[in-house]
């Protein structure tokens, strides 16, 4: 099992930044690839970036490509999401994934809000 807990959601207004971060804890986190989702209201949920284990293969939706950036530490334990440059469209519950070896994602952190102000 791994148990993941995000953290640094909030009010921004556009234009502003926020950094995401996810704990991990439980089996090795090195072992698995992670993941960012979010889930606007009235939507599904939609895929935004994604690391490998080492940080050497990183995904990132056309959506934010430019503007949000994946990265991990794995001495924390932790992935991060780094968000630029902020625009109301971005508002939305953002979830961090572990990815299992088949690739889908088995575990599942809480979520955090992110509103983004006009």
């Known amino acids: 099992q791994v148990q993941l807990v995000e953290s640094g959601g909030g009010l921004v207004q556009a234009g502003g930044s926020l950094r995401l971060s996810c704990a991990a804890s439980?089996?090795?986190?090195?072992?698995?690839?992670m993941g960012w989702f979010r889930q606007a209201p009235g939507k599904e949920r939609e895929f935004v970036a994604r690391i490998s284990w080492n940080g050497g293969s990183i995904n990132v939706a056309n959506s934010v490509k430019g503007r949000f950036t994946i990265s991990r530490d794995n001495a924390k334990t932790t992935v991060y999401l780094q968000m630029n440059s902020l625009r109301p469209d971005d508002t939305a519950v953002y979830y961090c994934?572990?990815?299992?070896?088949?690739?889908?994602?088995?575990?599942w952190g809480q979520g955090t809000q992110v509103t983004v102000s006009s």
């Open positions: 994934a572990a990815q299992l070896r088949d690739l889908t994602y088995g575990y």
């Open positions: 439980g089996r090795t986190f090195s072992n698995y690839g």
